[in-house]
């Protein structure tokens, strides 16, 4: 059974940079059939994709925050991790790892696995 | 990007009755549509893809369909675990887009 976890520190300052990490277990970062993907809820403005690492090495990122994110893996340890730079009060989110199929042979199709989730609150 | 509009925001429902949820895509996004259930404090949960497919252990009370820009959600008769938020999601185009929501309250 595939399971998601997110760590990371719950406070960030404004202007620094938010880093979380999501550990996969049951399952590998470097299968060919998925993408490995970070998604945030807002209190108000609810779901957002965030982007994607893909088992090749290729990520896409939501034009939005594309100047401001990077999602790298390390497969050494099975997990892939979440960089934003720069964040002001609006990145306050509950952020989630979730795993995409890249194929539609690979059911279920959209998010079928996602972590608990964790709060990351942007406050001086 | 596709913008997804789900309505109503809220819709109360007495235990037993029938609930249809509505969600309009802004451009066609064939059948890739997705429908998600959140209770407070979870992390969403898939329940139906493909539009109309239902996702492993989703009782079959839960039904859906549509394809291009119009899709609905369908609970045949409600049971109380089933009040929670419910989200429309399209993943045929990029970036991947979500709906805002209707909430199921009881009546």
């Known amino acids: 059974q595939v399971q998601l976890q997110e760590s990371g520190p719950g406070l960030v300052k404004p202007s620094q940079t938010l880093s979380l990490t999501c550990a996969v277990s049951?399952?590998?970062?470097?299968?060919?059939?998925?993408?490995w993907t970070w998604l945030r809820q807002h209190p108000v403005r609810g779901l957002e994709w965030i982007g994607y690492?893909?088992?090749?090495?290729?990520?896409y990122y939501n034009p939005s925050l594309m100047s401001r994110v990077l999602v790298s893996a390390d497969t050494a340890d099975n997990r892939f991790s979440l960089k934003l730079i720069s964040v002001t009060a609006a990145d306050t989110a509950v952020y989630y790892c979730?795993?995409?199929?890249?194929?539609?042979?690979?059911?279920?199709?959209?998010?079928?696995?996602w972590g608990l989730g964790t709060l990351v609150t942007v406050s001086s | 990007e596709t913008v997804m509009t789900q309505s109503p925001a809220t819709l109360s429902v007495s235990p037993g009755e029938r609930a249809t949820l509505s969600c309009r895509a802004s451009q066609s996004v064939s059948s890739d549509l997705a429908w998600y259930q959140q209770k407070p404090g979870l992390a969403p949960r898939l329940l139906i893809y493909g539009a109309s497919t239902r996702a492993t252990g989703i009782p079959a009370r839960f039904s859906g369909s549509g394809s291009g820009t119009e899709f609905t959600l369908s609970i045949s008769s409600l049971q109380s675990e089933d009040f929670a938020v419910y989200y429309c999601?399209?993943?045929?185009?990029?970036?991947?887009?979500f709906g805002q929501g209707t909430k199921v309250e009881i009546k």
């Open positions: 979730a795993r995409e199929p890249k194929y539609r042979r690979t059911p279920p199709e959209a998010f079928g696995v």
């Open positions: 690492i893909h088992g090749s090495g290729n990520t």
């Open positions: 999601q399209q993943y045929n185009r990029w970036p991947r887009t």
């Open positions: 049951g399952d590998s970062i470097r299968s060919d059939d998925y993408y």
